[in-house]
T-cell receptor, first 113, second 116 residues
Framework: GESVGLHLPTLSVQEGDNSIINCAYS??????FIWYKQESGKGPQFIID?????DKRQGQRVTVLLNKTVKHLSLQIAATQPGDSAVYFC????????????FGQGTRLTINP | GAVVSQHPSRVICKSGTSVKIECRSL??????MFWYRQFPKQSLMLMAT?????????EQGVEKDKFLINHASLTLSTLTVTSAHPEDSSFYIC????????????FGPGTRLTVL
């Protein structure tokens, strides 16, 4: 079946720097995408989402970019902080349908002091 | 965001026993809830979709007789792992979407199951 994948399994950045986490998806029918943050031993926490009729959406210190042409999704975190250290997952689904989320493999982000 | 609780947060059991995990939505009614399993250093895999008042829909490869799901009310869904074996040891996470339409899924804190 189709799945969502990630380019990098680990990413280390210096505190205060910006980080970019990438995700590739393969299901052209997906029209809703979400980024989740998961800290060790906890459930995923919603960060930001984007629908396929948009190519960019901004939140507080986070920006999600969607490129439907190449089926690519990215999460940008500005001015990273130690609390940003976690595993980040992208997920995709179709708005019409069973609402099932397909998760990517995850990227572990480490913020170095 | 919506608050979802799970109980217990961690459980250790002997092989062959059954374990029940509860998932509660605390401030929204949830007509649909989802159960995921996550093995160490892996992603979340959907196990089943739980619909209030009806039978759950299981993903391919997930044994419905082994993982019993009961969604008896709009705020409670339970997952029972029957005759647990060490390979069932995993992190089990529930989620739901408020309002029943595709929207943000809110996840519970997870339950760590260890089968000895």
């Amino acid at each position: 079946g189709e799945s969502v994948g990630l380019h990098l399994p680990t990413l280390s950045v210096q505190e205060g720097d910006n980080s970019i986490i990438n995700c590739a998806y393969s299901n052209s029918a997906s029209d809703y995408f979400i980024w989740y943050k998961q800290e060790s031993g906890k459930g995923p926490q919603f960060i930001i989402d984007i629908r396929s009729n948009m190519d960019k959406r901004q939140g507080q210190r986070v920006t999600v970019l969607l490129n439907k042409t190449v089926k690519h999704l990215s999460l940008q975190i500005a001015a990273t902080q130690p609390g940003d250290s976690a595993v980040y997952f992208c997920a995709e689904t179709a708005i019409q349908g069973a609402q099932k989320l397909v998760f990517g493999q995850g990227t572990r982000l480490t913020i170095n002091p | 965001g919506a608050v979802v609780s799970q109980h217990p947060s961690r459980v250790i059991c002997k092989s062959g026993t059954s374990v029940k995990i509860e998932c509660r939505s605390l401030d929204f009614q949830a007509t649909t809830m989802f159960w995921y399993r996550q093995f160490p250093k892996q992603s979340l895999m959907l196990m089943a979709t739980s619909n209030e008042g009806s039978k759950a829909t299981y993903e391919q490869g997930v044994e419905k007789d082994k993982f019993l799901i009961n969604h008896a009310s709009l705020t409670l869904s339970t997952l029972t792992v029957t005759s647990a074996h060490p390979e069932d040891s995993s992190f089990y996470i529930c989620s739901f979407t408020p309002g029943g339409h595709t929207d943000t899924q809110y996840f519970g804190p997870g339950t760590r199951l260890t089968v000895l």
